[in-house]
């Protein structure tokens, strides 16, 4: 939808509403770091040229009113928003406006919201979190504030979620808010904080792969592994006392450990130490401008999330197989919750054509279904539009 379509759609929900800005948020995508962040590990990501814009005018006073291209309800809150009207709120409207009860937003003392967006659901570009950020690009743009980071923690997820399904992956906000155009974002969500590094290249691009295979179960899938990881952080504190995080255990300690774990427990924990290991990796070989060698860290992320975390799907394990032999595919691999949804390819310029071509050939013989390509170039936070 372009944005004069926006601001039509905004002005047929709205009749009475007031002129709006308009504002965008980008998706966002995982290179490194996926699975880990309950464990206390770090990731490294990018955002998407895919966004989703907000059109956003103050209102009625008093009310919260949204609406959304791809639904056709408008949900009428309260403003600010109660916990009792988030739960009964539609998921995708709680999901965008819900953080503004975490932080205590009170002006424009009224607001119209109007949402719409080119980002998938389901596939593993933080779309809840996309319209939770350009709804706060809006107010921060109307009331001319900016939040530090430190003041979004209350609106980050915690383990209460069944009460607050509102609450957002911290990962993903940070990921988004604090994108840059052309880099890679390091990010440690518990600490809050995030560097940026330089992923631009004229040799090499990112690739969005569209499995066309659903993200079944996912949520609930992760679920089961949070609370897997749990019970082995318990059961490894009964030999290491002073471990307070997954990601701090070394391997060799974990492997010490393997007559309190079940084989389970010990696979998932693995997996988290030996991605956190990845990033770290990662990060250097970005540095060194090394993208060899980030592909292959791609592809071995790619194979515990398969062998150890057991989250990826027959098709995406399919392509990787037939990809990381390709000429041109430097590396592959899940992204996202998994299950489904999205690839992440890392391929030469040169021989992007050809790769692309013989992948589409593959998996449309060996799955029956077409794969969705788009390349990807590293885009910048949220913002508003037109400045």
């Given amino acids: 939808m372009a944005e004069g379509a926006l601001r039509e759609f905004f002005a047929r929900r709205f009749p009475d509403g007031k002129p709006p800005r308009l504002f965008g948020a980008p998706g966002r995508v995982t290179l490194l770091g996926e699975h880990i962040i309950h464990g206390g590990g770090i990731v490294l990501s990018t955002a998407t040229p895919q966004q989703t814009r907000c059109a956003a005018a103050p209102g009625k006073s008093g009310r919260l009113r949204v609406g959304h291209a791809g639904q ?14 988030l739960r009964a709120a539609p998921a995708w409207a709680a999901k965008a406006v819900g953080w503004m009860l975490d932080l205590g ?10 949402f719409e967006t080119d980002i998938a659901a389901n596939v593993g570009l933080s779309r809840a979190e996309t319209h939770a950020a350009a709804a706060m690009a809006a107010v921060e743009g109307l009331n001319g504030v900016a939040w530090p980071k430190e003041n979004l923690d209350p609106c980050f997820l915690d383990q209460n979620q069944a009460v607050h399904p509102w609450r957002l992956r911290r990962e993903s906000v940070l990921g988004i808010r604090y994108a840059k155009a052309g880099e890679a974002l390091l990010v440690d969500p518990l600490l809050l904080r995030e560097r940026s590094f330089p992923f631009t290249s004229e040799r090499y691009r990112l690739l969005l792969l569209d499995s066309r295979v659903p993200q079944q179960r996912a949520e609930e899938v992760h679920a089961e592994r949070l609370a897997t990881c749990a019970k082995a952080l318990r059961k490894i504190q009964t030999r290491f006392p002073k471990c307070k995080r997954l990601a701090d255990l070394a391997l ?8 309190i774990l079940g084989d389970v427990e010990f696979k998932r924990v693995r997996h988290i130490i030996t991605e956190v290991a990845r990033v770290k990796q990662g990060v250097l070989k970005l540095k060194q401008l090394d993208f060899f060698s980030l592909g292959r860290l791609m592809l071995d992320s790619h194979v515990s999330l398969k062998n150890d975390y057991n989250v990826t799907c027959f098709e995406s394990d399919l392509l990787v197989g037939f990809a990381k032999s390709l000429p041109g595919a430097l590396g592959i691999k899940m992204t996202g919750l998994g299950l489904g949804g999205y690839l992440l390819a890392l391929v030469e310029r040169t021989m992007e054509a050809s790769a692309v071509e013989k992948m589409k050939e593959f998996y449309l013989r060996e799955t029956d279904k077409e ?5 990807l170039e590293p885009s910048g936070g949220p913002g508003e539009l037109g400045e």
Avoid: I, R
Wanted: proline share 14%.
């Fill in 72 to 85: 056709e309800e408008q949900v009428d809150l309260p403003f600010p928003p109660t916990e009792e009207a």
């Fill in 105 to 114: 937003v009170k002006e424009p003392d009224g607001l119209d919201l109007a």
């Fill in 252 to 259: 060799d300690e974990l492997e010490s450990s393997n007559d």
């Fill in 371 to 375: 794969l969705g390509v788009v390349p």
